[in-house]
């Protein structure tokens, strides 16, 4: 992964020149719960950069992102469309920024200094006098579409995938510019994304199934307000439909009997169908490591089968890390426990493993840069990866599952969009029906191909609607 030959890195860097904004309303078909909150619905944010790079040539990039609001902002003070509205409101915000922006050079370096040094303050003024600031949390997953299209844009106008780019050819700073260490064993200088990304990304990739706490397993679950379309309804159809093999399970966290028989129910359901892997994911409830001990010791004395098949355990525990310095190693001598929510970027991995975690979910909901070098410092200090979906419909399912295909994870990718609103991207599907419909537990990547991310936005028969251009 050298990427092409050219005389300097410094003649392929770009500036943005402008930004254009979309949002694309997207109803559920079966409500997805969030910690204490479910979710009916979501509205993604689509933006289109363009970029201008040496003697004045321009190409324009795309990226997208759900703007999940109970996932970043859980809130008892303030309602979701309150939280929603701010959200909206800082996007426009960051897309003033994003083209304000002086900086130049690859996505990368561009990303990271707008992360680092504009975004806080962004923030900070956004929430002046405000009852309830907006999260970092919700401030990436805004900046992050933004940052996705940069990168986009970039191989556009180059004629180049993005994953050829990071590197020395295209890259003027290594990673010592942006990562360090307290391991002096791990020296950065030299190196570069793609030192730690797979020397052949796979066209396949096996895929785990979301079980919500409101999903029926089976028939005898349904209340009769389910819906009644071409797509699978309980569990069990799901994972005979796809082939099904790796189920990530959503729990309470504040109801062990619960969660305990949750976990049994689905896994004597994984036994008998085949499923061989599951993780357990308690969406940050939990505030004493006694409460997943438990479950995990009851499991080895009356489930061991089950406790075998548990892969990982993801964030339990409350995604304010720095606020939240909870001594977690009790839980990941018994399972590996990844950080998800708490994994802002790769400071929070490094505060994170010295507390005890030991591996990380990646997600491009935090922007593609920060991703790239959350991976690049997990994988230098030895943490294993995850990528976690944020239901990523349209747009916003394809460099989530690039970044699980280069990244090398322990298994695959996550992906749900297809169980909560399959239709929202019919229009995408008919490019790439491999990303949008699992068949025999795996997603088929082969389709992505050409510039950038690989979208072939032209061959998509969507109409956008009216964007907010800046």
Same mark, same amino acid.
């Given at each position: 992964?050298?990427?092409?030959?050219?005389?300097?890195?410094?003649?392929?860097?770009?500036?943005?020149?402008?930004?254009?904004?979309?949002?694309?309303?997207?109803?559920?078909?079966?409500?997805?719960?969030?910690?204490?909150?479910?979710?009916?619905?979501?509205?993604?944010?689509?933006?289109?950069?363009?970029?201008?790079?040496?003697?004045?040539?321009?190409?324009?990039?795309?990226?997208?992102?759900?703007?999940?609001?109970?996932?970043?902002?859980?809130?008892?003070?303030?309602?979701?469309?309150?939280?929603?509205?701010?959200?909206?409101?800082?996007?426009?915000?960051?897309?003033?920024?994003?083209?304000?922006?002086?900086?130049?050079?690859?996505?990368?370096?561009?990303?990271?200094?707008?992360?680092?040094?504009?975004?806080?303050?962004?923030?900070?003024?956004?929430?002046?006098?405000?009852?309830?600031?907006?999260?970092?949390?919700?401030?990436?997953?805004?900046?992050?579409?933004?940052?996705?299209?940069?990168?986009?844009?970039?191989?556009?106008?180059?004629?180049?995938?993005?994953?050829?780019?990071?590197?020395?050819?295209?890259?003027?700073?290594?990673?010592?510019?942006?990562?360090?260490?307290?391991?002096?064993?791990?020296?950065?200088?030299?190196?570069?994304?793609?030192?730690?990304?797979?020397?052949?990304?796979?066209?396949?990739?096996?895929?785990?199934?979301?079980?919500?706490?409101?999903?029926?397993?089976?028939?005898?679950?349904?209340?009769?307000?389910?819906?009644?379309?071409?797509? &699978?309804?309980? @569990?069990? *159809?799901?994972?005979?439909?796809?082939?099904?093999?790796? !189920?990530?399970? +959503? =729990?309470?966290? $504040?109801?062990?009997?619960?969660?305990?028989?949750?976990?049994?129910?689905?896994?004597?359901?994984?036994?008998?169908?085949?499923?061989?892997?599951?993780?357990?994911?308690?969406?940050?409830?939990?505030?004493?490591?006694?409460?997943?001990?438990?479950?995990?010791?009851?499991?080895?004395?009356?489930?061991?089968?089950?406790?075998?098949?548990?892969?990982?355990?993801?964030?339990?525990?409350?995604?304010?890390?720095?606020?939240?310095?909870?001594?977690?190693?009790?839980?990941?001598?018994?399972? &590996?426990?990844? @950080?998800? *929510?708490?994994?802002?970027?790769?400071?929070?991995?490094? !505060?994170?493993? +010295? =507390?005890?975690? $030991?591996?990380?979910?990646?997600?491009?909901?935090?922007?593609?840069?920060?991703?790239?070098?959350?991976?690049?410092?997990?994988?230098?200090?030895?943490?294993?990866?995850?990528?976690?979906?944020?239901?990523?419909?349209?747009?916003?399912?394809?460099?989530?599952?690039?970044?699980?295909?280069?990244?090398?994870?322990?298994?695959?990718?996550?992906?749900?969009?297809?169980?909560?609103?399959?239709?929202?991207?019919?229009?995408?599907?008919?490019?790439?029906?491999?990303?949008?419909?699992?068949?025999?537990?795996? @997603?088929?990547?082969?389709?992505?191909?050409?510039?950038?991310?690989?979208?072939?936005?032209?061959?998509?028969?969507?109409?956008?609607?009216?964007?907010?251009?800046?």
């Amino acid at each position: 992964m050298n990427g092409r030959e050219m005389n300097t890195s410094a003649n392929r860097d770009i500036q943005v020149a402008s930004v254009a904004v979309h949002y694309l309303p997207v109803k559920m078909r079966m409500p997805l719960k969030f910690g204490a909150e479910s979710v009916e619905s979501v509205t993604c944010i689509r933006v289109a950069i363009t970029v201008s790079g040496a003697e004045g040539r321009t190409a324009t990039g795309w990226g997208e992102t759900p703007l999940s609001v109970t996932w970043a902002w859980p809130s008892a003070k303030l309602s979701y469309q309150e939280r929603y509205d701010a959200m909206v409101e800082f996007c426009t915000m960051l897309a003033k920024a994003w083209v304000e922006s002086s900086e130049t050079g690859h996505p990368v370096e561009i990303g990271h200094a707008f992360i680092e040094s504009i975004l806080p303050d962004l923030l900070n003024r956004f929430n002046e006098d405000r009852t309830e600031p907006l999260p970092h949390l919700a401030a990436l997953i805004s900046a992050s579409a933004f940052d996705l299209a940069t990168h986009d844009a970039y191989g556009m106008l180059h004629d180049i995938d993005i994953y050829e780019t990071y590197n020395s050819n295209y890259m003027s700073k290594d990673l010592s510019h942006f990562l360090t260490s307290d391991n002096q064993a791990i020296d950065f200088a030299g190196k570069y994304p793609c030192d730690f990304l797979v020397d052949q990304a796979p066209d396949h990739l096996p895929v785990w199934h979301l079980v919500g706490g409101l999903d029926p397993l089976e028939e005898s679950d349904r209340q009769g307000n389910e819906p009644d379309d071409a797509y &699978p309804v309980t @569990l069990r *159809e799901w994972i005979q439909r796809d082939g099904l093999t790796c !189920l990530k399970i +959503k =729990l309470r966290g $504040t109801d062990a009997e619960w969660d305990y028989d949750r976990l049994t129910r689905i896994g004597d359901m994984a036994n008998e169908l085949g499923v061989t892997s599951l993780s357990a994911d308690f969406n940050c409830t939990v505030t004493d490591p006694a409460y997943v001990n438990s479950i995990l010791d009851r499991l080895k004395q009356e489930r061991p089968d089950i406790l075998d098949a548990i892969l990982y355990v993801e964030q339990p525990f409350p995604y304010d890390l720095e606020n939240n310095q909870i001594d977690v190693t009790s839980v990941s001598e018994r399972k &590996p426990l990844f @950080l998800d *929510e708490s994994a802002h970027d790769w400071k929070f991995v490094q !505060l994170g493993r +010295k =507390l005890g975690w $030991t591996g990380v979910a990646l997600k491009t909901c935090k922007t593609q840069t920060g991703a790239l070098l959350s991976l690049c410092w997990a994988k230098a200090h030895g943490m294993p990866l995850m990528v976690q979906d944020l239901t990523n419909p349209m747009l916003a399912q394809i460099p989530h599952v690039r970044l699980a295909a280069h990244a090398g994870t322990i298994m695959g990718v996550e992906s749900n969009g297809m169980q909560f609103y399959p239709a929202a991207s019919l229009p995408e599907e008919s490019v790439h029906p491999g990303i949008y419909r699992r068949c025999h537990g795996m @997603l088929d990547l082969s389709t992505i191909s050409g510039p950038g991310f690989g979208y072939r936005v032209s061959e998509v028969d969507r109409n956008l609607p009216e964007a907010e251009s800046i």
